[in-house]
């Protein structure tokens, strides 16, 4: 099978497994693409936990992404007692590098999703945007370097809020190659993506 | 159906869910609408969480609204555990905006009600003004910046304390123009404008 | 009914509800009026929550009264479980405003029997002293302010701290024009003037 070529900011290949998955980060350096990891395990006592040196607002983010897919939760997979009884922690490597801004709240929500069902995500996609406490998908910054980051780790499917589409059209033409973005207004269409084969049906879910 | 266009400001439409209510901001960049997402899930240990960049004002404006709105709920409809049951989690997007103040009193109530209803606010409205411990309506800043906000995001009611009234009285007919102001006392009269269908009736309310 | 004028310092009128005691503030811009609410409601865990940007004074202020009212209730009204078995909260509008200083302790004390009795306070009286922590009333500053303020408010008794006395009589006749000074020493001549109609007798209250 060879020996793959170890990509710093692709660690984990084609072979996520369950609760992992890719974010975009925009940082001073420009864009750069993170991982957003989720493991659990069964306890007398559930709680949960985060590590990666995350800002007060990505602090924030993880409690709101906890919300919203305890409630996504609630609706696809009743009996799924993930987020009532196991001991849950969410982190984001690397440890030392500081991280802040809302923009993983989809990645965050969809790595909570995925441990949950034990299920990885698609293959080759990469998602940004912040999440609202009801699953909409508000805009974030830093398209193109975000755009950049994705390819340079070899990704070639993004999601970005619909509210960035202006943003993405305005790109030149040598960022977009290879790339394709897709938009999302609601956390549904995020879900559609990440978990094509279903998992389970989303409830009232259009064929859009 | 046509393509809607994306108004960043009023994600929601006509169309917020139950929880989601606009309030509006005053900030050192003029006036913005601002939604104020509450949502609950049943859970083996009741809390009371926030996020959204809350400054202390802020922060404190959410107990006073929990208090409020459970005096309120044990009126109105006293089977109702939504408070001493519920894990309930009050956010307002967007998570990497500071925001503070008092003057989302009423909005916040407002919202926790209609979480705990389960029922959406009357559409096309926003409201601003700050609630004190018994449901009195405090005035607020902002009155003709919030004005224009609220038209940017195309609402047209809005309601404000009654103390704000003279304000609006003396904004040119330019910023009035389209908007229909209510003005409020007490959260009563906020009520009744935000669940006009009833929900619950108000004890003791008049036909006013 | 006719329009009432809106006074934005009194808006409770003459109508507060229990829980609800006017007291006076000194401020750099000159005397004002406030007030301390309290509400309750029974919850399966009592608590004691402060709000209004209090300053570490005046949170300790609240501590006082609250001990000190606990006291009081054991003696007046030993089956009262307000203290013990409800979620307390203690308000003090317009939350913005930083407020600091030991001087609303009587109103605090006031504010949390009035509470606890469920009665209002009389009316047309505003009160300000430092209580101690057996419910001595000890002098504040700012007499002339904020009997200037009471009077703005549209308040015509007022109680003061015994020591504050001298202060009161060296007043211009113009200040005084209108108002009724009561003077306290013991918290007990604070109970009598804001509960005239008794709710519990004073043990060993005397006649005078």
Redesign the interface.
């Known amino acids: 099978v060879g020996k793959p070529v170890y990509q710093p900011d692709n660690f984990y290949g084609d072979a996520a497994p369950p609760g992992v998955v890719m974010g975009l980060a925009w940082t001073s350096l420009g864009g750069a693409t993170l991982y957003i990891e989720t493991s659990a395990f069964s306890t007398k006592k559930a709680d949960f936990k985060i590590t990666g040196s995350m800002g007060?607002?990505m602090k924030?983010?993880t409690?709101?992404a906890q919300?919203?897919a305890?409630?996504v939760l609630?609706k696809l997979d009743p009996d799924n007692m993930f987020m009532?009884e196991y001991g849950v922690h969410m982190h984001i490597p690397e440890g030392a590098t500081p991280k802040d801004?809302?923009s993983a709240?989809i990645t965050m929500v969809t790595s909570l999703l995925s441990a949950a069902f034990n299920k990885p995500v698609a293959a080759d996609l990469a998602m940004t945007g912040?999440i609202?406490?009801?699953g909409?998908v508000?805009?974030i910054g830093g398209v193109k370097e975000k755009a950049l980051a994705a390819r340079r780790s070899g990704v070639s499917n993004i999601i970005f809020p619909?509210?960035n589409?202006k943003d993405w059209d305005e790109l030149d033409d040598y960022v977009k190659e290879g790339l394709t973005a897709h938009f999302a207004?609601d956390y549904e269409q995020v879900y559609a993506l990440a978990f094509p084969d279903g998992v389970a049906t989303w409830p009232g879910a259009s064929s859009a």
């Open positions: 007060d607002v924030e983010s409690k709101i919300s919203y305890t409630q609630a009532e801004g809302p709240g912040e609202s406490l009801t909409k508000l805009p619909k509210a589409e207004t």
